[in-house]
T-cell receptor, first 116, second 114 residues
């Protein structure tokens, strides 16, 4: 069974502050993918990143960075110098890497509010 | 860049009515999925579809739900007799199933049952 836990339900930060969204996962699969999605108020799911379980390198994309630690089963997401446009619900998700028809298991999401 | 397309973006239906949600997956993809998100909750897996049959379905996907790929391009989700609790955002996704790939969702259909 797979499980994704996002313990932070809501976070509020003031613009330009850094913020880290936590994600902890459980899986018995030896290879898997981890994802982060952004869901703005308009409702669509915007893909942010996919990380393979065998690649523990951290990744930076502009103001976004991701810290993958297999030893603690965590895949945290940091937004540096937050902006109002970052306000959204962010979902962490997990999928087995084997088999094409494997479903994605989502966390419950963290609602981020960036206050101007 | 190819994308998954869903129509309509918003549908309002009366309780007890049948509704069909439509998705056009990316053209070379072989695996198709429906997910549901009740307002304010997490996204939940409904069903996966491969080779013209259901690969896996969740407990949510009961006899009121069905999926089909009627013409080789559309992928539909039918709810036979809608209930108030079917009100949700429904997302479609597709994959090639070959190697590493991003799991990309359509923009969703917001279903409101009144």
């Amino acid at each position: 069974a797979q499980k994704v836990t996002q313990a932070q339900t809501e976070i509020s930060v003031v613009e330009k502050e850094d913020v880290t969204l936590d994600c902890v996962y459980e899986t018995r699969d030896t290879t898997y993918y981890l994802f982060w999605y952004k869901q703005p108020p308009s409702g669509e799911l915007v893909f942010l990143i996919r990380r393979n379980s065998f690649d523990e390198q951290n990744e930076i994309s502009g103001r976004y960075s991701w810290n993958f630690q297999k030893s603690t089963s965590s895949f945290n997401f940091t937004i540096t110098a937050s902006q109002v446009v970052d306000s959204a619900v962010y979902f962490c998700a997990l999928r087995p890497a084997t088999g094409g028809y494997q479903k994605v298991t989502f966390g419950t999401g963290t609602k981020l509010q960036v206050i101007p | 860049e190819p994308e998954v397309t869903q129509t309509p973006s918003h549908q309002v239906t009366q309780m007890g009515q049948e509704v069909i949600l439509r998705c056009v997956p990316i053209s070379n993809h072989l695996y198709f999925y429906w997910y549901r998100q009740i307002l304010g909750q997490k996204v939940e897996f409904l069903v996966s579809f491969y080779n013209n049959e259901i690969s896996e379905k969740s407990e949510i996907f009961d006899d009121q739900f069905s999926v089909e790929r009627p013409d080789g391009s559309n992928f539909t989700l039918k709810i036979r007799s809608t209930k108030l609790e079917d009100s949700a955002m429904y997302f479609c996704a597709s994959l090639t199933g070959q190697g590493m790939e991003d799991y990309t969702f359509g923009s969703g259909t917001r279903l409101t049952v009144v």
